[in-house]
Antibody, heavy 128, light 107 residues
Framework: QLQLQESGPGLVKPSETLSLTCTVS??????????WGWIRQPPGKGLEWIGS???????YYNPSLKSRVTISVDTSKNQFSLKLSSVTAADTAVYYC????????????????????WGQGTLVTVSS | EIVLTQSPGTLSLSPGERATLSCRAS???????LAWYQQKPGQAPRLLIY???SRATGIPDRFSGSGSGTDFTLTISRLEPEDFAVYYC????????FGGGTKVEIK
């Protein structure tokens, strides 16, 4: 049973870079069966996919955030990370890490599956 | 980018009643890559349904999903007290996008 745990600063200043890490336990982040992702939820609002990564380093980003997002993986630590640059108050949210099944056909078509494992979430507030 | 519109925004029902939640996509969802999640206050979302109609591990059979193309439905046959929550649909595949959610509240 996979377990995911987010960690990082709960307060970030406007214009700075938000950095979070997700530690995976109960399985290997290098598994060929899974991908790893970040989702956020502003207070009282809905869910927004930020982006995802496969252990090989292949990344998939939400087009609306792509210019500010970097997701990376550290297989030696069984962790993956999120960096979101130039943050504003609109980036205040609960940030979740999650995982789902990964599939790639012989033609290179990637399928990111539904998210069946989630961390508990961490609130990040952007404020001076 | 596929836009998912969920309706109604809020559903007020009593325990034991049937809940029908709708998710409409702005374009056809390929291979029925449509999932449903349940979220309770202060908790992470929980996967209920994937592939439009397949229940995730451990999900009671009172939850069922149906639909294809652009129109999808989550049905809760008889609401239990623990089912009052917010429900999100999600398209997955080459990218992931969520609908705005439907809140199922106690009438």
């Amino acid at each position: 049973q996979l377990q995911l745990q987010e960690s990082g600063p709960g307060l970030v200043k406007p214009s700075e870079t938000l950095s979070l890490t997700c530690t995976v336990s109960g399985g290997s982040i290098s598994s060929s069966s899974y991908y790893w992702g970040w989702i956020r939820q502003p207070p009282g609002k809905g869910l927004e996919w930020i982006g995802s990564i496969y252990y090989s380093g292949s990344t998939y980003y939400n087009p609306s955030l792509k210019s500010r997002v970097t997701i990376s993986v550290d297989t030696s630590k069984n962790q993956f990370s999120l960096k979101l640059s130039s943050v504003t108050a609109a980036d205040t949210a609960v940030y979740y890490c999650a995982s789902g099944s990964f599939d790639k056909t012989i033609f290179g078509v990637v399928t990111l599956g539904a998210l069946d494992y989630w961390g508990q979430g961490t609130l990040v507030t952007v404020s001076s | 980018e596929i836009v998912l519109t969920q309706s109604p925004g809020t559903l007020s029902l009593s325990p034991g009643e049937r809940a029908t939640l709708s998710c409409r996509a702005s374009q056809s969802v390929s291979s029925s890559y449509l999932a449903w999640y349940q979220q309770k206050p202060g908790q992470a979302p929980r996967l209920l349904i994937y592939g439009a109609s397949s229940r995730a591990t451990g999900i009671p059979d009172r939850f069922s999903g149906s639909g294809s193309g652009t129109d999808f439905t989550l049905t809760i046959s008889r609401l239990e007290p623990e089912d009052f929550a917010v429900y999100y649909c999600q398209q997955y595949g080459s990218s992931l996008f969520f609908g705005g959610g439907t809140k199922v509240e106690i009438k």
